[in-house]
């Protein structure tokens, strides 16, 4: 995990903290994206989400950003932070320094200032690369479960935990070259259903959805992808793993 | 103004309206769902604990069944809950949690053999049956007598969120998300689909449905200290009280959970003291067994939250910058079982107290959690007052939940309901009540309702701040219609949240950025959200007892002689200034478990007249039936089968019971 940096100063002023923010409203044909800066006191166990409130409740209610959960559980609000992708809701400030700078995350379509549209794209990924349980059988709901072994739940949930964030797509080197490239977090679900006993789909079917250059193939390997999840899902392992297993199917 | 046509139009994309979507699509009718944002952000994603099921597949889960659920379920809700529907949900959940294992849910497993655990501050070693492994296992949870809370680690909503979500992406049911509700279109009798704001270009768009099925969760944001996602503002329940004809049921019944980390309100959830976390007090000493010597940390919510909160004004709070609090000790579960089944805790400690609770206290105090009030329905999930509108979920008063919710119970309500409401659904849309007629006048009637009500804020020059007005309601509703309530602060409540409304009234915007315009949507839900909170307050005061998480102290006893009914609220008139109430009584003649004492918590309730006469009767039946099997003597009791839909109807299967 990431260790803890404190900024506190010794004689506890609190600091003053510039958010130099990127703004641009698609819906304005009168606006261009620009930075705009705004100045706020930073406040013990101060987050992102505490501060951006903050600006939109007293400076400027025309802020736009996403937020849900404010737990680090929803994936909303995943932003560029000082560059970097990362979830707002659960980045202290006091781990930042005192320029601080906010863009909204690139690849998606962007709604207003740091809000984007990552659900459109999910759904979009999630049809084409048909991210469900296919299994024809009917199951009857009086009797009992199909049993699992419990340590194939435990890793099945391992890969599960994606929030959807975007995080990964936004630090993509692929992406930015190929534009159809599922990402991380396509190729991620692929390993989670190819991983459960559940899913009836062989390696055949995988490979016809991912057995390409916007699939498996296109991975430059960048790791971009495995640093920046803020689950810390074993990206890196799960693409190289997945990649073996379609050149072997390919081979075919 | 576009118009958009579907057979059914469900208002919500969390667990409740999806798996309702899902049931209605299954029948073969067009559905269509709105949200605010992406289904799989919505709230249900946090729930972290899991999921009520009668399983029985554990040690300590043997012997568990849909009676045992029933009764916890019952007590839990302080007599509150509408007893058939209890029973339509115990029923229900072990299909729902098998069910979606089928969907991908990678529910933990047993695993047989010895392993150790720790209860009631105390390491002892169970033993999982070989016949089990591999079967679905379940962990202990407040107000529960056997262990029946299954679990996906400590992301149970989550995984179950993204199961369901990726079952409509299957079926093709679309979402359109970043879409608000705003009105109902109706004209007294009868529901025709939703005005609804685009929340990125702002503009309006009426979906016109056969049937409407409300799913949009829970109202915790009006309160300041709330574990609650910001989306949840109850606009759902807002937009149905605002017809004038659907009350809202039992909006005094607000759960608090014990375990928020202080101050920012983030759960860590029941699991905690379910696998053997312990609450101290600022000398380190463990305070639950004083007061609660049957149950300690593991009584219900509303008596563990008002026990804390008891204790801090005794002056044993912890104390920090922000101000009190007790502690959460889960030290002594160690870091490999935190690792493995409680890792979202794991992480919250980490990211907002820079703590490891694997050798740390976590600092929680009780905030708001879960509304157990809602749009009031029947037993199909039919609203109240309008044909053609339904609700599941939190957003409705089902009343699986009375006066005080049992973890685990929800996120299992969201689905049993979504599949037992979105099947009533689909028969209203092939009976003659789903055919429908929409007159055009009607129409633009209602949109142009909604257009005033934003021009009336877009035009107003006024010298109120929405965001200002937001913070006050929120800190009206924390301080004074909390956990510990009585009359004189209950009564300033409501006049101070009357005089705020009219302030609403008067909010002019600063800024008038094209498309939608966040301020302006603020403004909007505002004066909705405060409606809601006069509601809550309004319907508190008028309880003049105590009952579950609503808790008086000039009240303090359950009073079924006088209070064993439900409010119903209605805001008839837009004038009005504090809902009218109205009481719908619970039938004691009824009741499989007539009134009594909880098994925790205080033991003087003023009791029912009937419940004397009633609990003879059982009495009676069961000793008639003392060689009947189980099912036999439950259905003498109160018959429940009827209300469900016929393939629902099975028996569960479960260790150690023929079917
Ligand atoms: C932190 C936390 C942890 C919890 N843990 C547990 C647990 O372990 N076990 C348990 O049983 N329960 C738990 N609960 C409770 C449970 O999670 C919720 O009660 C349940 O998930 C609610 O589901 P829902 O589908 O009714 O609503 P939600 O999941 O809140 O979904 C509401 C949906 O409605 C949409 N919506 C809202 N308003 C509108 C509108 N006007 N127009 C269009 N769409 C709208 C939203 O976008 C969203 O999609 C927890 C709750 C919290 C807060």
Redesign the interface.
Known sequence: ?IP?LRHGKPDGQPRRLTLEILRH?P??PASVPHLQAYEIEEA??M?LFIALNEI???Q?????F???????????CAMLVNGRPGLAC?T?TRDLGERITLAPLPVFEL??DLSV????W??GT??RL????H?DTE?D??????????AT??A??EL??C??CGCCIAGCGTVQMRERFVGAVGLNKIAR?RL?P??TRSDEDFYELIGDDDGVFGCMSLVGCHDVCPKQLPLQTQIAFLRRKMALQGMR | METIHTDVLVIGGGLAGLRAALAARKRGNSVLILSL??P????S??AQGGMQASLGNTAKGAGDNEDVHFEDTVRGSDWGNDQEVARLFVHTAP?A???L????V??????AGEREAIIDNRRVTLSEPEAA?????ARDFGGTKKWRTCY??D?TG??ML??IS??T??EGIP?H??MEAVSLIHDGLRCYGAIVRNL???KLVAYIARATCIATGGFGRIYQSTTN???NEGIGAAIALETGVVPLGNMEAVQFHPTAIF??G??VTEGCRGDGGLLRDVDGHRFMPDYEPEKKELASRDVVSRRMEAHIRSGKGARN??GEHLWLDITQLGALHID?KLR?VK??C???L?IDPARQWIPVRPAQHYSMGGIRTNAHGAAYGLSGLFACGEAACWDLHGFNRLGGNSVAETVVSGMIVGDAIADFCSSSGGDMHLSTALLRECADKVRAEFSAITDNHGPEN???LL?AMQAIMTDKVGIVRHGEQLAEAVRELTELEARSRQIG???H???????LT?AWRLQKMLKLAICVAHGARQRTESRGAHFRTDFPRRNDAEWLKRTLAYWTDPAQLVPSLHYEALDVRHMELPPGWRGYGARDAIEHPETAHRMAQIETIRAQLATADRHAVQDALMPFRHLLPR??C????RPGES?
Request: glycine share 8%; proline share 5%; aromatic share 8%.
């Open positions: 995990m803890l409203n819906a304005d013990e166990g987050t939109r409740a007293q400027d209610p025309s802020l736009m996403d937020f849900v959960c404010r737990a680090g559980i929803c994936g909303s659960r202290l709604i207003g549209n990552t659900g459109k999910m759904r999630s049809e048909q991210t469900w349980i299994n199951t709901l009086d009797a009992f479960e199909t049993r699992m072994e419990p739940a435990e099945i949930y599960d935990r929030i959807e259903f459960d559940r899913d | 944002v992406p799989k952000r919505s709230h994603a946090a299909k949690v098998r069910e294992a089928s969907w991908g990678p529910w933990n497993r047993v695993q492994h591999g079967l679905i296992t996906v680690s992301g989550h995984a993204y199961a990726d079952q992406i299957a979402v998300e970043r990125i270009d702002g996602a910001v989306i101050p920012a983030i759960l910058r922000f493995h979202e992480e919250i980490h990211y907002f820079g929405p965001a200002a913070g915007l600063r800024n950025r094209p498309g939608a315009n966040p301020e603020l393939h629902l099975g028996d569960n299967a079917t």
